[in-house]
C-alpha cells in the first residue's frame, strides 16, 4: 500500500534523483576531456560579483519559464513519489 501525505519520503526522492542526476551528469563531463570543474568553482567562490552580473545580463523571460518550470517539475515529482 502507498504512503501518503509523507512529506519527509518526498523531500528525500526528490534529494536521491536529484543526486542519481548529478551523477550521470558527472559522468558524461568525466568522458570529455576538458577539466573545469574547478574553474567554474573558482568563479563561484571568489568572483560571485562579475557572476551575478554576467546572469543579470544575460536573464529573459524564458531564463524565468524554464526556472518555474523546474520548480513544478521538481516538486510534482517529490509529490507524486510520496505516494
Known sequence: ???RDNVG???LAALVAGLVACGIYG???GGIEREV???ATDVFLNEFG???EAWNEGKD???FLFIA???FAAFSAAKKSAR
Request: aromatic share 4%; hydrophobic share 60%.
Open 50 to 52: 562579475p557572476l551575478t
Open 1 to 3: 500500500m502507498p504512503v
Open 61 to 63: 523571460a524564458m531564463t
Open 9 to 11: 519520503l518526498g523531500l
Open 37 to 39: 570543474g574547478w574553474a
Open 27 to 29: 559522468a558524461v563531463r
Open 69 to 71: 518550470l523546474a520548480t
